[in-house]
């Protein structure tokens, strides 16, 4: 499942699928249903129920039901990881079977689509903005363990030849959210793990502005440019008529699954150029759910980066803090700062990929701390 992460949604999804089969019937072989607790049950539990709020009074129910999947399929994925996961040998397997996945689509990126056909903006198999959320992640977590795992010679080799694939790939992805994930994360990790590398991180950022083609140093000034640049006009208006949404529906707003079909019909303004979804995670949720949704969205996320952040400080293996850091500044980097211009909270491949991670974090910490994995519920 997870070498097709960074390739293929679809072998994802078939692999998920298979995993999960295997392990309801892991289940009844061995008649032990028990589940593994752990303090993200209320927070999703909660933020489930909120999605399901929506449901009242929805413009199109069907598309909400549709549209509830993709956050059961990632929290399935979640559940699925930490029932099954139980040793930092099968952590580490996991998470370099991502790596692994990510190397292969960025080479297919980087080589083929921009040297070998000449394509000016890199997708790989995915959509440009999802791969980018992909890029930031894994490139994140290549540096911060470069920089300071006390790992094999082997291990840094590994991050040391990986960052400059990254590196070129998530530039000339160019997707400007993900582009200010990255560095948001970064500073956020270098910020709590070690401040005196912060102004070391910017003056290799400014060094990669000042050293880009024009077209990517064209690119990155069209960040602020809010009267020409259609992309960036095109996420106004998305803005502006989510904010319209919420004014007209505050409480639940018109259900999961129906901004795009609701704002076409009733709210486009002008210079839309996308109409799938608000290009912004909150004001997306807000338009779709209402202030309900928007505080169970607001719930969960805090819940995580709590959680995270606190078994940060308790945790002593530097290899094992490192990865709940990284995990914590991915969150971020993904779900808020690129997820101010981009709806990728429920996106498959950004989703599967930061909860595949949250899993992973979730059984290092256990295992960090001596507490044993615990699966609660009857063995029959």
């Known amino acids: 499942m997870m070498f097709s992460s960074a390739i293929s949604i679809a072998g994802s999804s078939i692999g998920l699928g298979?995993?999960?089969?295997?392990?309801?019937?892991?289940?009844?072989?061995?008649?032990?249903?028990?589940?593994?607790?752990?303090?993200?049950?209320?927070?999703?539990?909660?933020?489930?129920?909120?999605?399901?709020?929506?449901?009242?009074?929805?413009?199109n129910l069907i598309e909400s039901l549709k549209e509830i999947e993709s956050f059961l399929i990632v929290f399935i994925l979640y559940y699925l990881i930490i029932n099954n996961v139980s040793s930092m040998k099968e952590v580490k397997n996991l998470f370099n079977m991502g790596l692994l996945s990510i190397t292969i689509s960025s080479l297919?990126?980087?080589?083929?689509?921009?040297?070998?056909?000449?394509?000016?903006?890199?997708?790989?198999?995915?959509?440009?903005?999802?791969?980018?959320?992909?890029?930031?992640?894994?490139?994140?977590?290549?540096?911060?363990?470069?920089?300071?795992?006390?790992?094999?010679?082997?291990?840094?080799?590994?991050?040391?030849l990986l960052i400059p694939i990254l590196t070129?790939?998530?530039?000339?992805?160019?997707?400007?959210g993900a582009w200010l994930g990255f560095v948001g994360a970064a500073v956020i990790s270098l910020w709590i793990y070690r401040r005196k590398w912060v102004p070391i991180l910017l003056i290799v950022v400014l060094l990669v502005v000042v050293l880009a083609p024009n077209n990517i140093q064209e690119r990155i000034k069209s960040i602020v440019d809010l009267q020409n640049n259609k992309s960036n006009l095109g996420r106004l208006a998305l803005w502006k008529g989510a904010f319209l949404i919420f004014r007209d529906y505050p409480f639940n707003g018109i259900g999961l699954g129906n901004f795009r079909e609701v704002y076409m019909t009733h709210y486009k303004q002008p210079n839309t150029t996308a109409n799938s979804h608000a290009h912004n995670n909150f004001l997306h949720f807000?338009?779709?759910?209402?202030?309900?949704g928007l505080a169970g969205l607001i719930y969960l996320l805090y819940s995580i980066l709590k959680y995270l952040y606190l078994n940060y400080l308790q945790i002593e293996n530097i290899s094992a803090r490192l990865f709940v850091l990284s995990t914590?500044?991915?969150?971020?980097?993904?779900?808020?700062?690129?997820?101010?211009?981009?709806?990728?909270?429920?996106?498959?491949?950004v989703g599967r990929t930061i909860w595949f991670i949250i899993a992973l974090a979730f059984i290092i910490i256990q295992l960090s701390n001596n507490n044993p994995i615990n699966r609660t519920g009857n063995n029959l």
């Open 18 to 59: 298979l995993a999960f089969i295997c392990w309801i019937l892991k289940m009844m072989i061995n008649k032990e249903f028990g589940f593994v607790s752990n303090p993200l049950n209320k927070p999703i539990g909660i933020f489930l129920l909120t999605m399901i709020i929506s449901f009242w009074g929805s413009y």
């Open 108 to 160: 297919y990126g980087l080589f083929y689509q921009h040297y070998y056909l000449g394509m000016s903006r890199l997708d790989s198999t995915f959509m440009a903005l999802d791969f980018g959320a992909l890029l930031l992640t894994y490139l994140l977590f290549s540096v911060i363990y470069f920089l300071f795992d006390n790992a094999l010679i082997k291990d840094r080799i590994k991050y040391g």
């Open 168 to 176: 070129l790939t998530l530039i000339y992805n160019k997707s400007r």
């Open 286 to 292: 807000l338009a779709e759910t209402g202030i309900i």
């Open 328 to 349: 914590f500044s991915s969150v971020i980097g993904t779900f808020i700062i690129q997820g101010f211009t981009e709806t990728n909270f429920s996106k498959a491949v």
